[in-house]
C-alpha cells in the first residue's frame, strides 16, 4: 500500500509563515501530479495548489503570490510554503498523489490524512 504522510502543521499567528511537507512511501513506480487541498470549517474541500511531475504549477486565486508548492522526486516529497497567512487560511490541509505502482496499472489516487493549520493572534 501507498501510504502519504504529511508534517509541519500548527498554529501561526496571522502574517506568519509554515512549511508543510507529504512524503510518499510504499510500492511506487512512479508519481505524476501531488496536489494540495484545504477544507476550512463548514467549507467544502478545495484545491489549493498542484505541480506536476516535470514541475508545471498551479495555484487556487486565494493564494496566489503567497503559497508555493514544490516537490523533490528523488525523496517522493512535495511541500507546500505557506507566506503571509491569513485567518481565512485556517483548514485541514491534505496532500493528494497520482500514482503508479506497478508496470502495467493505471496510475491511482492516494490522500494524506490531513494536518491542522490554524492562524490565530
Known amino acids: 500500500q501507498v501510504q502519504l504522510v504529511e508534517s509541519g502543521g500548527g498554529l501561526v499567528q496571522p502574517g506568519g509563515s509554515l512549511r508543510l511537507s507529504c512524503a510518499a512511501s510504499g510500492s511506487i513506480l512512479s508519481i505524476s501530479n501531488m496536489d494540495w487541498y484545504r477544507q476550512g470549517p463548514g467549507k467544502q474541500r478545495e484545491l489549493v495548489a498542484s505541480?506536476?511531475?516535470?514541475?508545471?504549477?498551479n495555484y487556487a486565486d486565494s493564494v496566489k503570490g503567497r503559497f508555493t508548492i514544490s516537490r523533490d522526486n528523488a525523496k517522493k516529497t512535495v511541500y507546500l510554503e505557506m507566506d503571509s497567512l491569513k485567518p481565512e487560511d485556517t483548514a485541514v490541509y491534505y496532500c493528494?498523489?497520482?500514482?503508479?505502482?506497478?508496470?502495467?496499472?493505471?496510475?491511482?489516487?492516494?490522500w494524506g490524512q490531513g494536518t491542522q493549520v490554524t492562524v490565530s493572534s
Open positions: 505541480i506536476t511531475n516535470g514541475g508545471s504549477t
Open positions: 493528494n498523489a497520482n500514482v503508479r505502482t506497478t508496470l502495467l496499472s493505471r496510475g491511482s489516487v492516494y
